[in-house]
Structures are given as structure tokens and as C-alpha cells.
């Protein structure tokens, strides 16, 4: 890329990906424009679409990274779990717990965004973030495999999380006050779901 060292584009990107994770938190992805996110890191408007082909791009990207840290950490979590019952049960409450805390993702899932996102980006983009997103909710082979499983199909338990996660619109829906108990109502239909994924 002319004009830039191979450093100062990795700085630049870096922070587009940063000032724009932060704008989007805070305005969401409609709300926020390129000139927001330019002004945030010092640079034109014109030096964003080297790095990225639209606001959308960028937001798959900021994507992206979240999706992976969560992943990470997951992974991390189950893996200090040796009893598949409770390896499903950090899956559910790390999930739950990612779209109530995290706005990126909630606003993707819960709030629709991905349908904007969806008429915006190209066939090949579209792809990637479908991809990206059946990495959020784990369906490990290993947990399908077992006989004390009752789902074989990975597919089948992966939107079975996806839709389990809308039940946290019913926090949002009423007021903080109108839902007393709201975490303790969540653990007990996680515990619910984990005792049916199981025979006895």
C-alpha cells in the first residue's frame, strides 16, 4: 500500500478495528459512520477505504475478533471441565453470558443486525460471517458422540443454543425492577437444558 510501511498499516488497521469495536458498542452499526471512525484514528476518509471496502467490512472484522476471543475463552473454560455434563453447562452459561454482556453481539444476533449486514456485503463476506457465526455457539463432536447424549447431529444442538439465547430479550423487554431474579431464572433453565441433553 502506497505511502505507509508495512508497520504504520498494521498500526492503522489495527486501530480502525479498535476506534471502531468501541463506536459500535456505543451507536451500533447504523448509527455509526466512517467519518466517526476516521476522525477517532487521525486519517481521511478516503485512507479508510484502502484498508476496508465499507463500514459493514469493517464491522465483520471487529466481528471477527470477538468471535474469536469468545471462542478462545470457551475452549479455555470447557477444557477444565472432564465431565461432559458440566463442559455443556460453561458452554450455555459462557454463551448466554457473551450476549448479555457484550453488545456487539447481542445487536448481531439478538437485534437483527446481521440481516443489514447480510444485504450490504458481498456473496464471499456473507460466507465468512455465517461461518463465523456457527463458531460462537459449540457443539463439540466429542458431547454428540456420547451415548448418553441424545442429539448425534452437531448442527441440531448449534441452533438449538442460537435459539436459547433469545430468551435473554425477556430482561430487556421489562424493566430492571419488573424482573426480579432475571440470573437466577437463567441458571435454572440452564440447568434444565443440561439435565434433557442427557439420559440418566
Do not use: C
Not at 481521511?44 to 464491522?59: I, N
Not at 453481539?105 to 458481498?122: A, Y
Not at 459449540?138 to 447431529?153: I, M, S
Amino acid at each position: 500500500m502506497k505511502g505507509f510501511s508495512d508497520e504504520e498499516r498494521e498500526r492503522i488497521r489495527a486501530d480502525l478495528i479498535e476506534s471502531g469495536r468501541a463506536l459500535f458498542i456505543q451507536f451500533g452499526l447504523e448509527r455509526t459512520r466512517i467519518k466517526d471512525i476516521t476522525d477517532e484514528v487521525d486519517i481521511g476518509t478516503s485512507t479508510f477505504y484502502r484498508f476496508f471496502d465499507s463500514k459493514e467490512h469493517l464491522y465483520t472484522e471487529v466481528l471477527y475478533t470477538e468471535v474469536e476471543r469468545f471462542t478462545v475463552d470457551l475452549e479455555e473454560k470447557i477444557e477444565t471441565e472432564p465431565e461432559p455434563r458440566e463442559q455443556v453447562r460453561v458452554a450455555l452459561e459462557q454463551t448466554f453470558e457473551a450476549v448479555e454482556s457484550n453488545p456487539i453481539v447481542k445487536n448481531l444476533i439478538i437485534e437483527d443486525e446481521v440481516r443489514t449486514l447480510q444485504t450490504q456485503l458481498s456473496d464471499t463476506k456473507r460466507a465468512e460471517l455465517s461461518n463465523q457465526l456457527d463458531d460462537v455457539f459449540v457443539a463439540t463432536d466429542e458431547w454428540t458422540d456420547l451415548e448418553t447424549f441424545k442429539y448425534d447431529d452437531p448442527a441440531v444442538v448449534n441452533e438449538f443454543f442460537r435459539t436459547l439465547v433469545f430468551s435473554t430479550r425477556y430482561k430487556d423487554l421489562h424493566s430492571r425492577d419488573a424482573v426480579p431474579g432475571y440470573s437466577e431464572i437463567r441458571d435454572e433453565l440452564i440447568d434444565t437444558i443440561v439435565d434433557g441433553l442427557f439420559e440418566d
